[in-house]
């Protein structure tokens, strides 16, 4: 076994300036209306001065000027479930501890690489995602998660070498019981070194069961006993709006984050979205925009370049303040195939994505195909969608035809070919009795047209020979 | 020797020409692209269609040969792997007079699109690479549009077909290939413009499909 532990010291305003970015001074307080204090600071802050749990007060006396955002306990366990699923990726068994996700990765080096390999990829994700972290790797959940918090980067493979790193570690880094760690060091016992060598008969009866169970679970004498992360069947994201929003242009930047959130988190369950609901929040109202795709996909630059295009028709009835995002159905996604000698040019959009794209700019049903039906009449002989069964026509049929025929304007056309006698449709309510002829105008064209039967007058045109 | 090597060289870049002379003198290799109309083949300097390029059709009405004109070239294509798309045509093609013509159905995809996506829509086409030809009917398309749409068909690897009204014929144009398509007397084939070759003096007649 071998657990890689992800520290999140700053998941809280982390979220929060991923979705405002500012470069001025921003903290987080919480706590009773009167007695506010801080519990995040971002940089600029904290070189101004401002510390975790001053008072607001306090704060307010060294600065001027800083945002002060309330902190919500909800937005941390979702933001820290979110990453749980993105980092679901890497390993079938993924669990939550306080402010950190570990990972079991014994097994997942076999398919992402030896350990550097895989640290670079779980890095390059959390910081694409705008989220600091500490990652370490150790036999034990425990240790690995003790040890991220001593310092970065560390990676104990063997359980001899985990003897060795916790040797060092300071008691009040060690994440043992507060009242423990606090009553140690005046028993002289500075470092888990130096606990771990004591005897542990004197340790019960003095601290009870449950520093040892601590202790055996760091060391891996006993199994971690975590619950298991499953990834959520259904996707629902929710930006709230610094200010409101009038303006689409500025919806752009919410929209790429979260579609980029999606396609993290459908990477992580290796499944793919085929239909996403956008949702803008207005005060007393909502606007739906329902983003529906051919195929399952979860390619973040497709997601939100579709969901861009549907944005782009909206007229917005009131100002947003709030975007959501919801996907429900989430099919297994199947990458597409693509041939060795494919005649295509190397960075060609396949045809899947180029459908995708002008249904999402020109409508649902922009794109299509059209295949023959075994009725004869011409407004009835084709369909949009229908199985093309390959059936060739005896007598001529234009290239052209028209939706509904209309009078042939012009003198007397020339007859070419005819007639043709097309009766038929009495049992449907639809009933033709027509001759056609192919007719050549006095301009040049030549046109598929009908008339009553056994006259040559009165032409309706029914299609061009183009 | 050397000269010999150098002259032929430059002849096969289609830097220089040899004017008039040339289609008869020379015995050319078939077109990548060929129109499948030997009597147009012969005298446009690429032996067919110029590749990956926009080729202007100009019409004075509708149905008279145009698209009979491109169908040997869709019937051809349809039988590879990437598509043929049709964005906004003026009627619905009529399915069984296409396949009359040899063309696969199930490679043309049909694109329904407003005027003024219509361009947009060629362009995207064109650009990604995975369709083989793409048709359009733009309304109004400048010389820039019709630029932008030369640019696309060449990084798409594509054939690009502008079906245009005859009096555009007096603008200049970016296209390859401009085709100017005549019904009466007889339907005869101008070529107004092609890129690396004389314009023929004469028209070329087309015989359209007899009708029975």
Redesign the interface.
Known sequence: MLWACVLLPQLALDGVLRRRPTAGPLVLVAGAAQARSIVAVNAAAREAGLRVGQRLSAAQALLARFEALPYEPDAVDRWQQFLAAVAYRYSSEVSLLPHAIVLEVSRSMGLFGPWPRLESMLRSDFTALGFRHRISVAPTAHAAYVLAGVDDGQAVLTPEALGRALQHVPLHKSRLPTATAAALPGMGVRNLGQLLRMPRDGLRRRFGAELLLALDRLTGETPAGLDSFRPPDSFGLRVELSHEVENLAALVFPLRRMTADLAAYLAGRDGGVQRFLLRLEHRDSVTDMAVGLLTPERDAGMLFELARGRLEQVQLPAPVLALRLLARELPPFVPAGR?LF????A?????E???E??RA???D????????TTDPR?ER??RIAAR?D?A??PS????????RPIPLRGRGPRI??GPERLETGWWDGGEVCRDYY?VETA?????WAFCAPGEQTGWMLQ???? | MSAVVALSTLLDAQQVWRGRAMPAALERPAGEQPTGWAALDAVLPSGGWPEASLSEILLPLDGVGELQLVLPTLARLSRGTRPVMLVAPPYAPCVAGWRQHGVDMRRVEIVTAAAREVLWATEQCLRSGSCAAVLAWPQQADDRALRRLQVAADSGRALAFAFRDRRHLANASPAALRLELEATPRTQVWVRKCRGGAVPAQPVPLALAALH
């Open positions: 041939d494919d005649e295509r040019p960075n060609a959009l396949p045809i994505q180029l459908r794209r002008l700019r020109l409508g049903r922009a794109v299509h195909q059209l295949g023959s011409p002989a084709q093309d390959g060739q026509e001529p049929r234009p290239t052209w035809l028209l939706d070419l070919a192919v301009q040049g064209q030549r046109a299609g061009w020979f183009a």
